[in-house]
């Protein structure tokens, strides 16, 4: 897989994207923008065209991917005149793109989802306070964007993360309004 993900990154190729989350009708349509041995990092976009985030998923647990399909092809026309996430600049060490993400994630305090064994639904929403080797210090936040605690996980459990998606604006919004 990674080879063709490789490629269609290189040749900025629209794809879907299906991992194995136990939901075999799901899949994330987006742009590769970095691909190493582990992981896999997309340009999200929504049904409706918009831009979704970035998501970061493992290698391993991708299971199809599907080019020029007719769904692909709408989701190109809906998008089309749009600024393209993929065409913004993210540094990344080229052997080890979670951990540049961590970084990236952490020096920016920005909000992210975490998704722990294959889950479909995220496991924590906050931001990256720490990490090192093994384990990674999130500062935790619910759906009411109200601090909810620190969560510790195991950098190995992690099977996917989300950041700059509608789920991830729509928390950062509510901790900035504090209306709640």
Known sequence: MKNI?????????????????????????????AVDDDVVLMSGICPNGNNDGYYLKSVNSIYKIEVDSQYNRKIEVLH??????????????????????????????????????????????????EFDDSIIKISAYNEYGLYDGTVYIRKSDVTGMSFKSSEETKISCLISSKSI
């Open 5 to 33: 993900l490789t490629n269609f990154m290189n040749n900025k190729v629209l794809c879907a994207v299906y991992d194995s989350d136990g939901n075999i009708d799901k899949f994330d349509v987006g742009y590769i923008i």
């Open 80 to 129: 089309s005149g749009k600024d393209s996430v993929v065409n913004q600049i993210i540094e990344f060490e080229p052997k080890d793109i979670f951990r540049s993400t961590l970084k990236l994630l952490m020096r920016q305090q920005e909000m992210c989802s975490i998704f722990l064994f294959d889950s479909d639904n995220s496991s924590v929403i906050g931001r990256i306070e």
